[in-house]
């Protein structure tokens, strides 16, 4: 009988995308770093399902610190215009996750990724009262190719996010060029 649970236990961890994410804890951090667009997000946060088809691409440059800390440097487009934010994430005893939860930032990791033209990015958040999660599409070029739009609608699907919380980011570029450039 235990052997049988045992196996069940394995196939149903198995089955589940974090499994990836474990083999993907030998990610060197270094191969996320420099500038990336964001096309696409899926999330949980309250407002994004109102909010999202005014959403515009946004740019990040991810930088390593001399004290092994993950800069990741953002603009995106708020209610006064481009919005620039720099947060420092730390790495947790995995390899490759990172937080820093007096910024709310309690998970950073990347899911699946072809170490050059995109990764796929899963963030927890905490701000006040509400935590939830996001799943972003990460690309060097301001067009996703077909295996990375593949990899962000397979995780996000495989994380439980329905099609409205999923979107493709409006092509504006306005505020990601500001940081990219």
């Excluded at 994430?89 to 033209?117: A, C, H, I, M």
């Excluded at 077909?146 to 919380?165: I, V, Y």
Aim: proline share 4%; glycine share 6%.
């Amino acid at each position: 009988m235990r052997p049988m649970l045992l196996t069940v236990a394995l196939l149903v961890l198995v089955s589940v995308p974090w499994a990836q994410a474990v083999w993907l804890g030998r990610l060197d951090p270094k191969q996320l770093l420099g500038p990336w667009y964001i096309l696409a997000v899926a999330s949980r946060a309250k407002d994004f399902m109102m909010e999202k088809d005014m959403k515009n691409v946004e740019g990040v440059v991810v930088t390593l610190t001399t004290d092994n800390k993950l800069r990741v440097q953002s603009s995106r487009h708020g209610p006064h215009g481009c919005h620039q934010s720099t947060i420092e994430l730390l790495k947790q005893d995995s390899r490759w996750v990172f937080e820093n939860p007096s910024l709310g930032v309690l998970d950073y990791r990347v899911l699946g990724t072809n170490f050059k033209d995109y990764a796929v990015i899963f963030t927890q958040l905490e701000f006040g009262d509400e935590a939830f999660n996001t799943v972003e599409l990460y690309s060097r070029t301001e067009m996703a190719s077909p295996e990375a739009t593949q990899l962000f609608t397979k995780w996000s699907q495989g994380l439980g996010f329905l099609s409205k919380q999923q979107a493709q980011l409006r092509k504006d570029f306005t505020c990601a060029h500001k940081i990219l450039q």
